[in-house]
């Protein structure tokens, strides 16, 4: 089955260090936790907030061996009083596991964003 993974972190700056340490602990936190391997990733969709300019968050999952797996990076809609640096991502998996059994990931300030799923 094709299941959607979501999970999102805010990150402590607008700086290459900061965006690429983030979505590295997201990313882990996600396959962990639902228990994949970069095999049952079909792709991934990265967003920033428009104040994450300074490194694209793929590069994370490329360093974390994301080679053959389609990914995306966007620009999230500049809406007034939304939480600043937040890195989003929006994994398609192949999985046997059940929706209700998939684990989204919401880290650090991110879960704020979505305290009725975040694990």
Do not use: W
Request: aromatic residues 4%; glycine residues 4%; hydrophobic residues 45%.
């Amino acid at each position: 089955m094709v299941r959607a993974i979501r999970g999102a972190i805010q990150v402590d700056a607008n700086d290459r260090d900061s965006i690429i340490e983030g979505t590295t602990e997201l990313v882990s936190a996600i396959m962990e936790r639902n228990r994949l391997t970069t095999d049952d990733v079909i792709s991934v969709l990265f967003t920033a907030t428009p104040d994450l300019t300074a490194e694209f968050p793929a590069l994370a999952a490329r360093k974390l061996g994301f080679h053959e797996v389609p990914l995306i990076c966007c620009t999230e809609i500049d809406v007034p009083g939304a939480l600043p640096r937040v890195v989003r991502l929006m994994a398609h998996v192949e999985t046997d596991r059940p929706r209700a059994e998939i684990q989204h990931v919401y880290l650090r300030g991110a879960v704020a964003l979505r305290q009725d799923i975040a694990q």
